[in-house]
């Protein structure tokens, strides 16, 4: 065996030996549901399964309909829970921090509700199939400050990752 083939052999060994590891990893730090930690995941749960605050949160938003069912999500590595039930064109859903915080809201809308443009789209790429639609609105923040001679913006979750920042110098007037 060559010495270039020797060298390729072991690089190969060890990737293979890094997969297999990092593949067994993933497998015992599994949540309760099967799947690796940070992967996402939902699960029905029993409103006393549900923190408070949550429930508290998801009750309110509900303005006093019957909560159908309730769900805890892992999305980005954190835990949300979920309530549905049932507004005035179908399914609604918000999604909540565990601390009761709004994250997204969903509800069935009809087609005469959505803009044209999100018709035209929506039509152009499912072409003669069905089509339901959902309003998704999601709650973000925005921090502004000024720092020396420039501006800042962070766009930030309910749960304070950052989603978003710009940076701009400051206009003189």
């Given at each position: 065996?060559?010495?270039?083939?020797?060298?390729?052999?072991?690089?190969?060994?060890?990737?293979?030996?890094?997969?297999?590891?990092?593949?067994?990893?993933?497998?015992?730090?599994?949540?309760?549901?099967?799947?690796?930690?940070?992967?996402e995941h939902e699960r029905v749960v029993k409103e006393s399964e549900v923190p408070a605050g949550a429930v508290a949160a998801i009750k309110r938003m509900a303005g006093g309909a019957q909560i159908a069912k309730y769900e805890e999500e892992m999305e980005n590595g954190e835990t949300f829970y979920e309530g549905q039930?049932?507004?005035?064109?179908?399914?609604?859903?918000?999604?909540?921090?565990?601390?009761?915080?709004?994250?997204?809201?969903?509800?069935?809308?009809?087609?005469?509700?959505?803009?044209?443009?999100?018709?035209?789209?929506?039509?152009?790429?499912?072409?003669?199939?069905?089509?339901?639609?959902?309003?998704?609105?999601?709650?973000?923040?925005?921090?502004?400050?000024?720092?020396?001679?420039?501006?800042?913006?962070?766009?930030?979750?309910?749960?304070?990752?950052?989603?978003?920042?710009?940076?701009?110098?400051?206009?003189?007037?």
């Amino acid at each position: 065996m060559t010495k270039n083939c020797r060298i390729i052999a072991t690089a190969l060994v060890a990737v293979g030996a890094v997969l297999l590891l990092t593949g067994l990893q993933a497998k015992t730090s599994a949540n309760p549901s099967g799947q690796p930690a940070g992967a996402e995941h939902e699960r029905v749960v029993k409103e006393s399964e549900v923190p408070a605050g949550a429930v508290a949160a998801i009750k309110r938003m509900a303005g006093g309909a019957q909560i159908a069912k309730y769900e805890e999500e892992m999305e980005n590595g954190e835990t949300f829970y979920e309530g549905q039930w049932k507004g005035a064109n179908g399914k609604m859903e918000v999604l909540v921090t565990a601390q009761g915080d709004v994250v997204e809201m969903e509800e069935v809308v009809t087609a005469d509700a959505v803009p044209a443009a999100v018709a035209a789209t929506a039509k152009a790429a499912a072409g003669s199939n069905e089509l339901q639609y959902e309003k998704v609105t999601e709650v973000h923040y925005k921090a502004k400050y000024k720092q020396g001679d420039q501006r800042h913006k962070l766009v930030v979750s309910p749960t304070g990752r950052t989603i978003k920042t710009e940076v701009k110098p400051l206009v003189k007037q």
